[in-house]
């Protein structure tokens, strides 16, 4: 097997030394009957050749979005990474590294770390930013958790802008702890709903923007309203690219930003590895979960970067740590940073200017379809339409015309109500073309 | 013998500032097409600066390049770190796992356009539950902490179904990884710790003691993190089971039993399994793992959303818990698909034979290091045969003034990657080896030889050497107290940006 070293004649010489006649004395531990004599029911091993057809066949029985007019977002959305990015991720160094524990022969890792942790606090406008998360969703629960340590209440308002897989990735999380959620209804353009549902009780209000509809909320007022009651606002996002464009949640006073990066640098990989981003204000920065990389000195006096405040973390703190997570998103956030060092301010701004304007483009075209009213009226890259149609239907349809429309909300959350809605997106990828085979495909189905 | 350059750079090791003192606001690597400058934001557009360098394309490839100049890497050499399974990661799965039909697939994608990457998931699951010889898995959880949690919730919804929600009390053995108590907490049991025994395992009566009605689960390592197969496994099982308690298996060492052991013939409950480790899948300097948690009959209904059904020949999401037993969601779509992939592929590479041959190669290699260090060193279980991780105590070296830490940075100077260090706590200043199955001999006898010497080096009282150590690396010995106490975690504009000078 190519994968393994040792010849036969290694394995008895080696076998010699440790003392043992066979393999199996060496399992002496194990149970008598629990040591299988023969192998598992599986296919025995294969060659590179016979194992890439394999998985050729599955990944041609998909059909990927680049082969489709695309317009889906809804917490994953589909950007160009330049091709550096991915060349760079694949060098053994930063590939086949572990977590920088030993930070004398892991400064690549730490500095890039360093590097994105800044990059994050400046996208965000908050103090201080982690290692990276799994994902936005769990980075979004984490954010829930930490608000109730922090306020010691137990009542968490979910927005109805919020992502409705956020919002049960962290009922999950927070329910096993004995925190309430409360969710608002769904709503395409209500943020300040969670005013409100503001009591004594509550530890954070959570919302969105851009929500899940598209809609971009100026949430100086919610911080506000959270601030007086005693609670945290925790902003989170789907689509971390906005920021290019839109004011970021830090700048609205949120206590903690957190939500997906996908956008910048990773590929859709159909939902995952993704990169969760996560900020907070400095002085919560002892409450916050997930590693982070700080700046010290070495023995000669010279800067390096190691990991730091662990001992807010399980390895030390066990059962008292802040969080259970020990690995983070490591070469998903090494890809953001890449991808964020070649973007810079400049193109970072250009490339969010373009996907508005194509969303513009989209909106404007829909819109003009008979029976089509657009919903979201101040959005970035993704909006909500209403269609004279149950919207999954219509996703279905579309998608049998070469036209990945979007989501139907009624998938994200069946209890929504909006069984009309269908949230949609452009991007820099979509062309003129594209939006006009949208639109053809569209009233095509609807007739 | 060492000087200072002009440059800062030594030989090929290049001297790198941070992006923020070199980049621009006003640099970019990336060509777009001008915008027209439409927008329909108003008041909603960013006004707080965002000042983020740019680089060129050739200036950001030459930072990073350089700063993976700095890192240790399995490539380079052998990677003993106990417990993290660096083995070797083949770049068959990292190509499959870029097929555009696997990498530019959405997951809100409609069914019909998505059916191979289904059928992905369901093989890779299928191979999971065969290999453990348990009924069920849920694939979505992101790591292993995250696949612990999924197991946890799923025991937790099952004793609240038979409304035996009052079980609260989880225990964990003293020499669990951390993740497992923090789980635990996490998923809002309380832990009672079983105190460690002198021979490093868990022991049927210690368990029987701690057992009452307010039990919910026990959570052991298996093979335990002291490199030993736990011997009365069964009867603690039995046990558990008896008292109306589940069994938590923590999989992070699965690699020692792949396809010798199935843990499902042992009582196993819940086990999750880091891809990541066992299937090779690249660790990355910190992540992605994957931890799908295989599940027992009585707890695979309660799984967590997505599930994959079949209606037809066709594949179908379920991604809502209502109507189900699924006690929920564990993030936002169906797990880690990139390492599914990667998984998949070094599954089908290996076959049964060559994941049986994986178990037997990692058992051995382990034991053959344990033969060849255990003159040399404290080997506090080296009377019998270890799993796939060879443990060894500082006892015969901190008398002559010699840690655990000192040993690991002398490693450094001789181009290795430490093992694990002070892991597990229960044996004091461990040095936890694992060497995995993908080394070759000669790379085991020149590690081994390395030890060796060190060791002789400690005896002939050469102290000051290790508290040297390492003057070799691009770094010495880093101020982790200097970190902690004045804690800085960013670079920002107006800070001092030339690199911050030492304490005088």
Known sequence: ?447 | MSFETTSGNRGLLQAEPLIFETGSAETTGVDLPAPKGESKLGALARKAPLDLPGLSEPETMRHFVRLSQKNYAIDLGLFPLGSCTMKHNPRLNERAARFEGFADLHPLQPASTIQGALALMDELAHWLCTLTGMPAVALSPKAGAHGEFAGMLAIKAALEAKGEGHRKRVLVPSSAHGTNPATAAAAGFTVDEIPARDDGRVHLDDVKAKLGPDVAAIMITNPNTCGLFEPEIKNIADAIHAAGAYFYCDGANYNAIVGKVRPGDLGVDAMHINLHKTFSTPHGGGGPGAGPTVLSEALAPFAPVPHIVLRGDQRELVEHAEGTQAFGRMCAFHGQMGMFTRALTYMLSHGSDGLRQVAEDAVLNANYLLARLKPHFSAPFGASPCMHEVLLDDSSIKPKGVETIDMAKALLDEGYHPFTTYFPLVVHGAMLIEPTETEPKRELDRFADVMIALAERVNAGDVQFFKMAPTLTPMRRLDDTRAARQPKLRWRRGDNQAPAQAAE
């Open chain 1, 1 to 447: 097997m190519r994968y393994l070293p040792l010849t036969e004649a290694d394995r008895a010489q080696m076998l010699a030394l440790t003392g043992a006649k066979s393999i199996d004395d060496l399992f002496v531990d194990v149970p008598k009957g629990a040591l299988l004599k023969d192998l598992v029911d599986l296919p025995k091993a294969q060659g590179e050749i016979e194992v890439h057809r394999h998985l050729q066949r599955l990944a041609e029985k998909n059909t990927p979005a680049g082969r489709t007019a695309f317009f889906l977002g809804a917490g994953a959305y589909r950007h160009h990474v330049p091709a550096s990015v991915d060349h760079l991720i694949q060098r053994s160094e930063f590939l086949t590294a572990y977590t920088p524990y030993q930070p004398e022969i892991a400064q690549g890792t730490l500095q890039a770390l360093y590097e994105f942790q800044s990059q994050v606090a400046q996208l965000l406008n908050v103090e201080v930013a982690n290692a990276s998360m799994y994902d936005g969703s769990t980075a979004c629960a984490e954010a829930a958790m930490m608000a109730a340590r922090v306020t010691k209440r137990k009542k968490i308002v979910f927005s109805g802008g919020v992502h409705p897989h956020y919002v049960d990735t962290a009922r999950t999380a927070c329910e096993a702890l004995g925190l309430e959620i409360i969710a608002l209804p769904a709503a395409v353009d209500d943020e300040a709903a969670v005013i409100k549902a503001l009591g004594a009780d509550v530890a954070a209000v959570i919302v969105q923007s851009p929500n899940v509809f598209g809609t971009v909320t100026d949430l100086t007022q919610i911080g506000e309203a959270a601030r007086g009651a005693g609670a945290l606002m925790v902003a989170t996002f789907t689509e971390c690219l906005a920021f290019g464009l839109i004011e970021p949640g830090g700048a609205y006073g949120a206590d903690i930003v957190c939500g997906e990066g996908q956008s910048i640098g990773n590929a859709l990989n159909f939902g995952g590895p993704y990169v969760g981003l996560f900020g907070v204000k400095e002085k919560l920065v002892r409450q916050m979960p997930g590693r982070v990389a700080g700046e010290t000195l070495d023995a000669d006096g010279k800067r390096g970067f190691v990991l730091t405040l662990s001992t807010r973390e399980q390895h030390i703190r066990r059962e008292k740590a802040t969080s259970n997570i020990c690995t983070n998103s490591g070469l998903c956030q090494l890809a953001w940073t890449i991808h964020m060092t070649l973007l810079g301010q400049k193109g970072l701004t250009q490339l969010a200017q373009l996907n508005h304007e194509k969303a513009i483009a989209l909106a404007d075209a829909l819109g003009a379809v008979k029976g089509v009213k657009v919903l979201t009226t101040r959005f970035f890259n993704e909006l909500a339409i209403e269609l004279p149609a149950p919207a999954q239907g219509v996703v279905d349809a579309l998608a049998e015309k070469g036209v990945i429309g979007g989501v139907a909300m009624s998938r994200l959350n069946p209890r929504a109500g909006m069984d009309n809605v269908l949230i949609t997106c452009a991007t820099e990828m979509n062309t003129d073309d594209d939006i006009a085979a949208y639109v053809k495909a569209l009233k095509a189905v609807l007739k």
